[in-house]
């Protein structure tokens, strides 16, 4: 089995940064994608950045300029860097992972439980 565990997440005023961070563990042979996503309240979720095992990135987007993605592949985990944060930057945000366990050929996609980021005015 895999895990993702986030943390770094909580409350800050507008224009303030937060580092939030997502250590895979388990059985992993490979990960491909890293990536963060995140959902409002009555929104749908939505990719925020991903990067693959080579460093390549994407991000949407509203955060560019603002979000920096970051992965540590010997540790398994990935970094967001969040700087100058809006009050429509609030949302639960999602580690996700598409990762390759040690008992199967295929890759899987898998999902840590979420992290609150509230941005206040």
Not at 17 to 22: A, F, N, W
Not at 48 to 71: N, P, Q, W
Not at 91 to 99: L, P, R, S, T
Request: glycine share 12%.
């Amino acid at each position: 089995q895999v895990q993702l565990v986030e943390s770094g997440g909580g409350l800050v005023q507008a224009g303030g940064s937060l580092r939030l961070s997502c250590a895979a563990s388990g059985s992993i042979f490979s990960i491909d994608v890293m990536g963060w996503y995140r959902q409002a309240p009555g929104k749908q979720r939505e990719l925020v950045a991903t990067m693959t095992s080579g460093g390549s990135t994407r991000y949407t987007d509203s955060v560019k300029g603002r979000f920096t993605i970051s992965r540590d592949n010997a540790k398994n985990t990935v970094y967001l860097q969040m700087n100058n944060l809006k009050p429509e930057d609030t949302a639960v945000y999602y580690c996700n992972g598409v990762i390759r366990t040690r008992t199967s050929t295929l890759q899987g996609n898998y999902w840590g439980q979420g992290t609150q980021v509230t941005v206040s005015s």
